[in-house]
């Protein structure tokens, strides 16, 4: 499997730009079957960093309706990625 086919986009939020400054941590959405390894492998191959540590988490996805019709978003999984100190991911910094 590719690293474009594991990491699905950023997670950009108030929370994630929180964790980006304070302890240079990023926040990506990853296919479902993706594990730890992998997403490691595929972030320091695309960015040329140093992952440190990956955290993953389920993400339910949010009950929807519209009218009388009920609906639900899909569920997703989402990696927290914390780089050495000293590398940077260019995409969160506005590059």
Known sequence: MKEYDII??????????NLKDNSNQYV???RKDANKIEVK???ERLFKV?????R?????GKKRRIGRFLGKRPDWKKAIVRVSPEDKIPIFEGA
């Open 41 to 43: 492998n595929a972030i």
């Open 56 to 60: 993953m988490i389920n993400m339910k």
């Open 50 to 54: 140093k992952v440190l540590s990956v």
């Open 28 to 30: 990506f959405e990853v």
């Open 8 to 17: 699905i986009r950023p997670v950009i939020t108030e929370k994630s730009t």
